[in-house]
């Protein structure tokens, strides 16, 4: 079982920069996947961004491309999300999951573990 614990989440004024942080319990966390996703009131949940287990290749949804950057450290068991110039429609609550598959995915339900979330909210 792999216990994620997401962090860094708070308000912040539009045009603005946060980093979440996503420190994971397994042993093995540098063999998986790791995805952050988010949920806005009132929609479904959505990908964000996803990382291999060694950091080598990235993937982000078309919104985020350019403002965003998920990257990892397996030393510390932690992945992060930096988030540059942000709007208020990135107001959500932000989640990070592990894939144990070694495949980069941003289909929701292939994601195994899921955190419990940290909140964002961008003010305009």
């Known amino acids: 079982q792999v216990q994620l614990v997401e962090s860094g989440g708070r308000l912040v004024q539009a045009g603005g920069s946060l980093r979440l942080s996503c420190a994971a319990s397994?042993?093995?966390?540098?063999?998986?996947?790791m995805g952050w996703f988010r949920q806005a009131p009132g929609k479904e949940r959505e990908f964000v961004a996803a990382?291999?287990?060694?950091?080598?290749?990235?993937y982000y949804v078309d919104s985020v491309k350019g403002r965003f950057t998920i990257s990892r450290d397996n030393a510390k068991n932690t992945v992060y999300l930096q988030m540059n110039s942000l709007k208020p429609e990135d107001t959500a609550v932000y989640y990070c999951?592990?894939?144990?598959?070694?495949?980069?995915?941003?289909?929701?339900?292939?994601?195994?573990?899921w955190g419990q979330g940290t909140q964002v909210t961008v003010s305009s």
């Open positions: 999951a592990a894939d144990r598959s070694r495949l980069i995915t941003r289909i929701e339900y292939e994601y195994d573990y």
């Open positions: 397994a042993r093995t966390f540098s063999s998986y996947t």
């Open positions: 990382v291999t287990w060694s950091g080598g290749s990235t």
